[in-house]
C-alpha cells in the first residue's frame, strides 16, 4: 500500500511537471539513491527550511544545546543579542559566548533538564556584561531529542527582561519614598516595657486595629494574640533575636482588628538597652500595608494572567500548500483563534478570513507583492474571534518556490501582540503616575520644611512672649497675640485637615446615583449662616444625576463655593453653578463675581499648595483647588479657570465616561 501511494504521488508530481509546474531533479543527484531516499532527503530539506522560518521568528532567544554544551542551532534574536552571525554560533560551545560564571550556571541547568527529563520554566537569570553592566533573562529550558542523532538536546527560550526589571526597581524606590512621606502622619506608635510587661500604644495605632480606650489592654500579650498565628512564630522569633543579639527587626505580619478583620502591618522596632546591653524597653512604628498589600496581590495575579496567556498562545503557525491544495494550523494558531480542529477546519479558500475584514485587502496585496518578487513578508492585522472579541496579531511569512520559480507554498508564524501592546500601555501609565508621584513629593517635602513650619515658628514665637515676665504688660498686646496665635494654629488646622482630605480621594468607597442637586441642597444647608452674614446670593441651575461617590462631590462644590465667598470682594456676592453637555460629557460650572484669577495663575492655580492672596491679606490653605482636580481626574475629566461673564472667575470642569447624565 505505501509503495502505490508514493506511486501516485509521484504520477501526481509527474502530471504537474508537464504542465511547467514541479521542480525538476537536480543535475547531480545520485543515480543510486532510491526514489523513497531521495524524497526523503527533500522532505528533510524542506522541513529544515520550515523550521529554520520558525525559529527565527520566534519572538525570544532560541538555542538548542547537546549535554556538552555545543551550541546546535541559534535564531536571529540570538545572533543580535552575541553579536555574530547565527553561522558562527552554531558548532560554537556555549563557554565561548557567556562569561564564565555565568555559562557554568548554564551548563549545569541544562544538564539537570537533560538528565531528569524535567522542563525549567521562567527562570529569571542575571548576566554580567563585558563592561561592568548586568541585564536580566527570564528563561524556560525544554528537554528533547535530536532529530538526526536521536541523542538528548535542550531547547532554551530566553527574552530579555532588563527594562522591565529597570523600571520595576525604579518604581519600588519611589513608591517607597513616596510612601514614608506621605504616611509620616499616619504611622502608629508602640512602647513596650519589658521589665514590668506594660504596652503603649498611641492613638493611631488603636485606630488602626479598632481598638477603644476602654477595649486596650496594657499587657503585651495582647499584641502577640492578634498576630495571625501563621505570623506569630515568626514574628516572635525576629522580635527575640532584635532583643538578644541586636539583629534588625523589620516585618511584614497580619494583625487582628477588634471585629475580627486583619490587617496587613509593617512593624520597625528599636529596643532600648541598660548599661549591660540588656534590653529593658521596645518600641517602635507600624504602618498599615493592607491596600499596598492588596495592591501588590492583585498586580501578581495580573502579572501570572499575563504569563499564561502568553504560553497559552504562543505563536501559531499557519502552511499552505498550494500543490496538494492543502491548510495547516498549529495549535497556537487554533489558541490565538480560540478554535479548535473540531470547530474549524483549515482551508487554502478561507485562510483569510480568519483575518478582520477590513485588514484582508492589504494582508492579500502583501502575500501578491511577496509571489512576485520578493521570498518573505510581514504584516499586522487584526483576528475577530467567534465572541467577537478582537485581537491584533504580528505576521511574518515566506515563499517556498520550486526550482523553475514557481510557488510550491506559503507559510508563516502570527504572534498575538494584543497584550504586548496593553502590557506597553500599562508602562507608559506607571511612567506618567511615577512622574506625577514625584512632583507631588517634591510640593510636599516643600511644604513639610516651610508652609507647616512657619505657623509653628509663629506660635512658638508668640508663646514665648506671653512667657516672658512683664513683656506683655499691655493688656491689649496681651490680646493681639494671643488673636495672632490663634490665628496661625486654625492656620495649621486648616492645612492638616487639607493633606488628610487630598490624601483620601484615591480611597475605595461605594458608587451609586448622586442627584446633584441634593448635593447642592445640603451644602447650601450647611453654609446658610455663612450666605446670610455675606448677603450673598447662590444661583443653581437644574443639575444631573452623577454615579459616582457623594462625598467625592460635596468637597468638590464645597471648595469650589466656599473660595467664591471667602474671596469675595463684592457687598454682595453672586455664585452660579450650571451645568450643560459638551462632546459627549457632562460640563459643569460654578462662576462667581470676585476679583477673578489672574491670567498667567490659572493653571498654576491648582497645583498642590499653591496659594493665591486674596482681599485684606487673606489667604487659602493651597490645597482646596488640589483637591478639586484630583477628584475632577479621577473621573476621567479636566477642569480649568478662566474669566467669567459675572466679572470674577469661572472654574469649569467636566465628568467623563465614569459618570452618567440622568435628565428625567
Not at 76 to 92: D, F, N, Q, T, W
Not at 261 to 286: C, H, M, S, T, V
Not at 483 to 507: F, Q, V
Amino acid at each position: 500500500m505505501d509503495g502505490q501511494s508514493d506511486r501516485d504521488r509521484k504520477s501526481k508530481r509527474r502530471s504537474i511537471d508537464d504542465e511547467g509546474g514541479a521542480e525538476p531533479a537536480p543535475a547531480d543527484a545520485d543515480p543510486g539513491l532510491s526514489v523513497s531516499e531521495a524524497d526523503r532527503l527533500e522532505i528533510r530539506e524542506y522541513a529544515e527550511r520550515e523550521m529554520r522560518m520558525i525559529v527565527d521568528h520566534i519572538p525570544a532567544i532560541f538555542l538548542s544545546k547537546d549535554a556538552k554544551g555545543n551550541i546546535l542551532r541559534a535564531n536571529k534574536l540570538a545572533a543580535a543579542l552575541y553579536g555574530r552571525p547565527v553561522e558562527e554560533i552554531e558548532g560554537r560551545h556555549i563557554t565561548e559566548m557567556l562569561p564564565e560564571e555565568y555559562s557554568s550556571l548554564i551548563l549545569e541547568e541544562d544538564r539537570k533538564v537533560i538528565e531528569t527529563g524535567e522542563a525549567i520554566y521562567d527562570r529569571i537569570y542575571e548576566e554580567p556584561r563585558g563592561d561592568g553592566t548586568r541585564i536580566w533573562y527570564r528563561s524556560s529550558r525544554i528537554p528533547a531529542l535530536d532529530p538526526v542523532t536521536g541523542e538528548p538536546i535542550v531547547y532554551s527560550l530566553s527574552q530579555d527582561v532588563t527594562e522591565q526589571k529597570q523600571i520595576e526597581i525604579e518604581r519600588e524606590i519611589s513608591e517607597s519614598r513616596f510612601a514614608m512621606a506621605v504616611a509620616g502622619a499616619r504611622l502608629g506608635v508602640f512602647d513596650w516595657n519589658i521589665e514590668t510587661g506594660v504596652a503603649y500604644w498611641s492613638d493611631r495605632y488603636k485606630e488602626m486595629l479598632g481598638v477603644s480606650e476602654a477595649e486596650f489592654s496594657e499587657q503585651d500579650a495582647d499584641f502577640t494574640q492578634r498576630i495571625h498565628p501563621d505570623d506569630r512564630e515568626r514574628v516572635l522569633r525576629a522580635m527575640n533575636a532584635h532583643l538578644e543579639d541586636g539583629a534588625p527587626y523589620v516585618e511584614e505580619y497580619r494583625m487582628r482588628r477588634e471585629d475580627g478583620r486583619y490587617i496587613w502591618i509593617e512593624g520597625r522596632g528599636q529596643a532600648l538597652r541598660d548599661p549591660n546591653g540588656k534590653a529593658i524597653r521596645f518600641n517602635g512604628i507600624a504602618t498599615d500595608l493592607t491596600r499596598r498589600n492588596e495592591t501588590l496581590v492583585a498586580l501578581r495575579e495580573r502579572e501570572q494572567q499575563m504569563v499564561l496567556a502568553e504560553r497559552l498562545s504562543g505563536v501559531g503557525y499557519w502552511k499552505i500548500d498550494l500543490i496538494e491544495r492543502t491548510a495547516h494550523w498549529s495549535e497556537g494558531l487554533y489558541a490565538i483563534l480560540d478554535e479548535t480542529p473540531e470547530s474549524l477546519q483549515p482551508d487554502p479558500e478561507i485562510a483569510e478570513e480568519i483575518y478582520h475584514p477590513d485588514d484582508r485587502p492589504r494582508i492579500r496585496s502583501r502575500i501578491r507583492d511577496a509571489i512576485k518578487s520578493e521570498d518573505s513578508f510581514d504584516y499586522e492585522a487584526r483576528i475577530a474571534r467567534r465572541t467577537g472579541e478582537i485581537r491584533q496579531v504580528r505576521g511574518n511569512g515566506a515563499v517556498h518556490r520550486t526550482a523553475d520559480g514557481g510557488v510550491a507554498a506559503v507559510f508563516g508564524v502570527v504572534v498575538d501582540v494584543t497584550d504586548a501592546k496593553r502590557r506597553e500601555a500599562d508602562l507608559e501609565k506607571t511612567l506618567e503616575d511615577l512622574s506625577r508621584s514625584n512632583a507631588e513629593l517634591n510640593r510636599f517635602s516643600y511644604v513639610c520644611s516651610h508652609d507647616l513650619k512657619e505657623p509653628v515658628r509663629m506660635i512658638e514665637g508668640m508663646t514665648k512672649l506671653l512667657l516672658t515676665p512683664g513683656l506683655l504688660d499691655d493688656e491689649d498686646q496681651r490680646q493681639e497675640t494671643l488673636r495672632r496665635i490663634n490665628k496661625n494654629a486654625m492656620r495649621l488646622r486648616s492645612m492638616i485637615d487639607g493633606l488628610l482630605a487630598y490624601s483620601r480621594i484615591d480611597s475605595r468607597v461605594g458608587y451609586s446615583d448622586v442627584d446633584l442637586n441634593t448635593v447642592l441642597a445640603d451644602i447650601v444647608d450647611s453654609l446658610n449662616f455663612a450666605l446670610e452674614i455675606s448677603k450673598a446670593e447662590l444661583r443653581v441651575a437644574r443639575l444631573p444625576v452623577i454615579h459616582g461617590a457623594k462625598i467625592h462631590f460635596t468637597q468638590l462644590f464645597q471648595n469650589l463655593i466656599g473660595n467664591a465667598l471667602k474671596f469675595s470682594n463684592k457687598k454682595k456676592a453672586i455664585v452660579e453653578i450650571s451645568a450643560s453637555r459638551k462632546n459627549g460629557q457632562i460640563l459643569l460650572c460654578v462662576e462667581d463675581n470676585g476679583p477673578g484669577v489672574p491670567e498667567a495663575s490659572r493653571m498654576s492655580v491648582f497645583d498642590i499648595f499653591e496659594r493665591l492672596e486674596g482681599p485684606d491679606g487673606i489667604e487659602g490653605s493651597g490645597l482646596g483647588l488640589s483637591i478639586c482636580k484630583r477628584i475632577v481626574t479621577q473621573y476621567g475629566g479636566r477642569i480649568w479657570c478662566d474669566e467669567s461673564l459675572l466679572g470674577g472667575a469661572a472654574f469649569r470642569f467636566t465628568i467623563g465616561n465614569k459618570a452618567m447624565f440622568d435628565e428625567d
